[in-house]
């Protein structure tokens, strides 16, 4: 079946801009996960989402970061007056419910580069 | 505070050449530790997943162990579509939902 897919697969913008990436979840999975990840590191848990609601925020890194999962399925990561700083690759994964023990399915990730 | 140290940072390796990466962590509680493998320009694909000392589990050249301060990824006769990233992540007991990645071994088989 198809797995977690992202769009764009990339995108260059300008320090200041305001972007949006997007998750589509495996078809049924609840829980939807964003991590951001720089070169040479692991990635960075950023947010989860448990259906629509969030469930845990403690990684969005400031203000300037918001996600949202209106219908439960797609979500959408947005950054305001992006920085240069913000330069990574944004990844999503998706769990079927989202139950501490579960295995996170890694989409193939967003490639961000602020000028 | 919870932490996840890899080493080494990078592994070269001829083909057949047998070794061991490790992950050692430090957390309050753990509900997992997962292994995972990273193509260049692909995100994280999913090996295994441990819960207590004592487990391992195995796939093809691969044979993940854990302990109660570390785990070990086993890769045994490697061949060069096993070079890629390896990376482990933790998930505690105070953490429903995140992930606590180390930052990797980058593994190059040579034939």
């Known amino acids: 079946g198809a797995g977690v897919s992202q769009t764009p697969s990339n995108k260059v913008t300008e320090k200041g801009k305001y972007v949006e990436l997007r998750c589509d979840p495996i078809?049924?999975?609840?829980?939807l996960y964003w991590y951001r990840q720089s070169l040479g590191q692991g990635p960075e848990f950023l947010i989860y989402?448990?259906?629509?609601?969030?469930?845990?925020d403690s990684g969005l890194p400031n203000d300037r970061f918001f996600a949202v999962r209106p219908e439960g399925s797609v979500s959408t990561l947005k950054i305001q007056r992006t920085e240069r700083g913000d330069s990574a690759v944004y990844l999503c994964?998706?769990?079927?419910?989202?139950?501490?023990?579960?295995?996170?399915?890694f989409g193939p990730g967003t490639r961000l580069l602020v000028l | 505070e919870d932490q996840v140290t890899q080493s080494p940072e990078a592994l070269r390796l001829q083909e057949g050449e047998s070794s061991s990466l490790n992950c050692s962590y430090t957390?309050?509680?753990?509900?997992?530790l997962f292994w995972y493998r990273q193509d260049p320009g692909k995100g994280p694909e999913f090996l295994f997943t441990?819960?207590?000392a004592g487990e391992e589990k195995e796939k093809e050249r691969l044979k993940a162990t854990l302990t109660k301060k570390e785990s070990f990824l086993h890769i045994t006769a490697p061949k060069p579509e096993d070079s890629a990233t390896y990376l482990c992540?933790?998930?505690?007991?105070?953490?429903?939902?995140?992930?606590?990645f180390g930052a990797g071994t980058q593994v190059v088989v040579t034939p």
């Open positions: 992540a933790v998930k505690t007991t105070d953490s429903w939902g995140k992930l606590q």
């Open positions: 078809s049924g999975h609840t829980a």
């Open positions: 957390v309050s509680g753990l509900r997992g």
């Open positions: 441990l819960y207590s």
């Open positions: 994964a998706s769990s079927p419910t989202g139950t501490g023990k579960e295995t996170q399915y």
């Open positions: 989402f448990q259906g629509t609601g969030a469930a845990d």
